[in-house]
């Protein structure tokens, strides 16, 4: 085999398709990304068995061919190479000669073989969306999925479809967060849940254009998303996602409604008295048109007062400082609603046409004056 490609071409690609190359595994072939050159296009591949991603890129095939290389020393090689044409050329034992200007490196491939490609998934008809849109609804949920294992529901986002509408959510058991997403056609309903090391990987590569689209096919078991030259494929998770509308109310005992970038300053800077790991609620005490923000642990204490507009009752909660900080820094709106209904229930943060919902649960505290 032999190609040569421009760097920018090949490290972009390279990038990409490394984004489902394993951190730890026991087959050697799987740290690999496969170089397809045998059927008149330049195919990089790398497979996890749980997600697979490949990409096509620009080059010149001098000689068709196929070779396994190690992902990481591959990757590093180009990143470093000059900015120019970079030559790849294979000799019958897959001794792989990389050269670009003066420079150039020797490693060993591998058949490719063995390497798992994607698994060949039935296309029906796809859901199409913005990359921008796609984008946005995971930044602005993502944060909230359980990071372990203990329960795999809850380490993806569900894509419920409804129509001309796209709900996705995410939670973690102290927190949901929700996001609409109009789309441009009509579609039957479904649900799956979507990894979120998936989805977070996706969002990576997407380049966020609002004129670009993404194509997502779903099968029982798999998600295939098409976009620009790549495709990538990811099992689904299995099993019935929990029942949301059951948590969501709107119920309330009191509203307020505040400027969102003073709120978020203030957990902000309240933050800056809490260590690492170190479960200090932040205590807030709504009245008629202030709210009081109150943080006290090891390091110090600290208050501040923030104009409001309050309806219903007076009332002081406890939050876990982050899970507020979270919420808010991907809420867009200039000034947002918060819902309560007692010390014990939790908050809704949403906007009137139910585009985003968080839902935050509280935390005791103890009162300290």
Do not use: W
């Given at each position: 085999?032999?190609?040569?490609?421009?760097?920018?071409?090949?490290?972009?690609?390279?990038?990409?398709?490394?984004?489902?190359?394993?951190?730890?595994?026991?087959?050697?072939?799987?740290?690999?990304?496969?170089?397809?050159?045998?059927?008149?296009?330049?195919?990089?591949?790398?497979?996890?068995?749980?997600?697979?991603?490949?990409?096509?890129?620009?080059?010149?095939?001098?000689?068709?061919?196929?070779?396994?290389?190690?992902?990481?020393?591959?990757?590093?090689?180009?990143?470093?190479?000059?900015?120019?044409?970079?030559?790849?050329?294979?000799?019958?034992?897959?001794?792989?000669?990389?050269?670009?200007?003066?420079?150039?490196?020797?490693?060993?491939?591998?058949?490719?073989?063995?390497?798992?490609?994607?698994?060949?998934?039935?296309?029906?008809?796809?859901?199409?969306?913005?990359?921008?849109?796609?984008?946005?609804?995971?930044?602005?949920?993502?944060?909230?999925?359980?990071?372990?294992?203990?329960?795999?529901?809850?380490?993806?986002?569900?894509?419920?479809?409804?129509?001309?509408?796209?709900?996705?959510?995410?939670?973690?058991?102290?927190?949901?967060?929700?996001?609409?997403?109009?789309?441009?056609?009509?579609?039957?309903?479904?649900?799956?849940?979507?990894?979120?090391?998936?989805?977070?990987?996706?969002?990576?590569?997407?380049?966020?254009?609002?004129?670009?689209?993404?194509?997502?096919?779903?099968?029982?078991?798999?998600?295939?998303?098409?976009?620009?030259?790549?495709?990538?494929?990811?099992?689904?998770?299995?099993?019935?996602?929990?029942?949301?509308?059951?948590?969501?109310?709107?119920?309330?005992?009191?509203?307020?409604?505040?400027?969102?970038?003073?709120?978020?300053?203030?957990?902000?800077?309240?933050?800056?008295?809490?260590?690492?790991?170190?479960?200090?609620?932040?205590?807030?005490?709504?009245?008629?048109?202030?709210?009081?923000?109150?943080?006290?642990?090891?390091?110090?204490?600290?208050?501040?007062?923030?104009?409001?507009?309050?309806?219903?009752?007076?009332?002081?909660?406890?939050?876990?400082?982050?899970?507020?900080?979270?919420a808010l820094r991907v809420i867009d709106d200039e000034t947002i609603s918060v819902y309560l209904m007692n010390p014990k229930s939790p908050c809704f943060?949403?906007?009137?046409?139910?585009?985003?919902?968080?839902?935050?649960?509280?935390?005791?505290?103890?009162?300290?004056?």
């Amino acid at each position: 085999m032999k190609l040569v490609c421009a760097k920018s071409d090949l490290l972009n690609g390279v990038q990409i398709v490394s984004k489902a190359v394993p951190s730890k595994t026991t087959m050697s072939i799987l740290e690999c990304i496969l170089i397809d050159a045998s059927k008149g296009i330049i195919k990089l591949t790398a497979n996890d068995t749980e997600l697979g991603i490949d990409t096509i890129i620009e080059g010149n095939i001098v000689e068709k061919g196929i070779v396994a290389l190690d992902a990481k020393i591959f990757y590093e090689i180009i990143r470093k190479l000059p900015d120019n044409n970079i030559t790849i050329e294979t000799d019958s034992n897959y001794k792989t000669v990389i050269t670009c200007e003066k420079a150039q490196f020797t490693i060993i491939g591998k058949s490719g073989e063995d390497f798992s490609y994607l698994p060949v998934i039935e296309k029906t008809t796809p859901v199409i969306l913005s990359q921008f849109n796609l984008k946005e609804a995971v930044r602005q949920t993502i944060f909230s999925i359980a990071d372990n294992d203990t329960n795999k529901l809850m380490t993806g986002e569900l894509f419920e479809i409804n129509g001309d509408e796209l709900r996705v959510v995410s939670l973690d058991g102290h927190r949901i967060s929700i996001r609409k997403i109009k789309m441009k056609n009509s579609y039957d309903p479904s649900k799956v849940i979507i990894p979120g090391k998936t989805l977070n990987e996706i969002s990576k590569i997407l380049s966020g254009d609002a004129d670009k689209d993404i194509s997502i096919y779903f099968t029982d078991k798999h998600a295939l998303f098409e976009f620009d030259n790549t495709t990538v494929v990811s099992r689904l998770i299995e099993g019935e996602y929990f029942k949301i509308d059951q948590m969501l109310s709107n119920d309330y005992e009191t509203k307020l409604k505040v400027n969102k970038k003073e709120f978020l300053s203030c957990i902000d800077r309240a933050t800056l008295l809490v260590k690492e790991g170190d479960k200090k609620p932040i205590i807030i005490n709504i009245t008629d048109n202030s709210m009081e923000l109150k943080i006290n642990s090891t390091v110090g204490s600290m208050n501040e007062e923030i104009e409001i507009e309050k309806n219903g009752r007076d009332l002081m909660i406890g939050f876990n400082p982050k899970f507020l900080i979270d919420a808010l820094r991907v809420i867009d709106d200039e000034t947002i609603s918060v819902y309560l209904m007692n010390p014990k229930s939790p908050c809704f943060i949403r906007d009137d046409e139910n585009n985003y919902i968080y839902l935050i649960l509280p935390v005791n505290f103890t009162t300290v004056s």
